[in-house]
């Protein structure tokens, strides 16, 4: 099992930027994939973005060209940079981990079901 704990959460302004940061275990897998979701109330938890162990990264639609994904091995530690934000991506965000690589999923790592260990979320809200 990995642990998870998100960090970087908070408020900002409508095209402002946020930082998110998830402090991982080590993983015991050679082959591994780290990805961002988020919920907002009443709505389902959707993905955002994923890495695997090779660095390989997908973007949900909504994400595409505003936020970007990254990894330190070193610190084992995943990021979520977030420009241009938009109150719609007002949302508890959660980091989650799996043992292999998004690519070889049919959702491309960006549905939840393929995800073994969750962290507890960090609340994002965006004003207008």
């Known amino acids: 099992q990995v642990q998870l704990v998100e960090s970087g959460g908070g408020s900002a302004q409508a095209g402002g930027s946020l930082r998110l940061s998830c402090a991982t275990s080590?993983?015991?897998?050679?082959?591994?994939?780290l990805g961002w979701f988020r919920q907002a109330p009443g709505k389902e938890r959707e993905g955002v973005a994923v890495?695997?162990?090779?660095?390989?990264?997908n973007y949900a639609d909504s994400a595409k060209a505003r936020f970007v994904i990254s990894k330190d091995d070193a610190k084992n530690i995943i990021y979520l940079q977030m420009d241009s934000l938009k109150p719609e991506d007002t949302a508890m965000y959660f980091c989650?981990?799996?043992?292999?690589?998004?690519?070889?999923?049919?959702?491309?790592?960006?549905?939840?079901?393929?995800?073994?260990?969750w962290g507890q979320g960090t609340q994002v809200t965006v004003s207008s």
């Open positions: 989650a981990a799996f043992a292999g690589s998004w690519r070889s999923l049919m959702s491309r790592g960006l549905a939840p079901y393929a995800y073994s260990d």
């Open positions: 890495i695997d162990s090779d660095g390989a990264t």
């Open positions: 080590r993983f015991t897998s050679a082959r591994y994939s």
